[in-house]
């Protein structure tokens, strides 16, 4: 398999903007955010196919998982205490929580499914040429 997948260049163009914006970040807020900048490992890693370039994918992915979990649970635990502080507002414009759960469900379920689709391990492990 020379070219990869369409549902792995989806994640591949995804990280590439994800890493575009970390570095951004990085040089005008100063914030450098390894949660955000695990991508560029696991981005370089499926360019140039790399034999860690799965492994990578797959850690990157658990430590997404843990994040959402942590994350949930804080709005969880948050909604407990007080159910009418817990709103995300993004440029005064309120967004349903469940809507960001579903959203970010979805695409942590897309990326997991991508990492062990069969299709991955063959691009992978073909020889570039």
């Avoid at 914030?31 to 490992?41: A, E, K, Q, Y």
């Amino acid at each position: 398999m020379k070219k990869p997948t369409f549902a792995l260049s989806l994640i591949m163009i995804l990280y590439a903007v994800l890493a575009a914006i970390a570095t951004w970040r990085a040089i005008n807020i100063q914030v450098f955010d390894l949660f955000s900048f695990g991508v560029v490992p696991v981005l370089f890693g499926l360019v140039l196919r790399s034999s860690w370039a799965s492994i990578a994918f797959k850690v990157y992915l658990a430590i997404q998982t843990l994040g959402l979990t942590a994350l949930a649970g804080t709005a969880i635990i948050a909604y407990q205490i007080s159910p009418q502080d817990v709103k995300v507002v993004f440029n005064n414009v309120e967004i349903p929580v469940p809507l960001i759960a579903i959203t970010a469900s979805l695409a942590l379920a897309f990326q997991f499914w991508v990492a062990f689709s069969p299709s991955t391990k063959r691009y992978l492990s073909a020889t570039s040429e």
